[in-house]
């Protein structure tokens, strides 16, 4: 009867053991993919720090460019001005404002090359509107002439 006594109670501590070392193989597979997640040394960078970092790259370079001919000064982390001077004379400020467009809030990235296709298409629709605009005002300015020769003759009937 010891035997049984005794391999039962084995038993009872093979089945804890197992869970036990299930629990634990678990747990040290999260800290595993968790450091692959990081993939050695390197920690992830933020899409607002790349951002900021090419940002602030093209700043410098545009701020160089321009300093070369131009008095610029930043106004701001993401904008700088220089003065210019028109035909009279007259000091006005030139403002570069440098922006990396994230998308919208629904989480659609922003689509730089739709945004080029839409501007091109506004345009256009404003020159044929203002072709419209500017056939109809001649029609208008025809018609007025017209109208001002006939005044003018039934004028001259009368008098």
Known sequence: MQLGIFSSSV????????KFYDIIYIENKKKIKKRERF??????VSRKALRDQVKAQYMAQLMEMLGAQEDVGMTASNEFNFPVVDSEGNEDFIVVKLVIPTGTRDGDPYDGYGARNDY?????????????AAEAKAKKIARD????????AMKAARG
């Open 11 to 18: 038993k009872k501590y093979s089945l804890t053991f197992l």
């Open 39 to 44: 993939k050695g040394d390197t920690m992830a």
């Open 120 to 132: 091109e298409l506004l345009q256009k629709e404003k020159q044929e509107k203002a072709k419209k």
């Open 145 to 152: 002439t017209k109208m001002r020769e006939k005044q003018a």
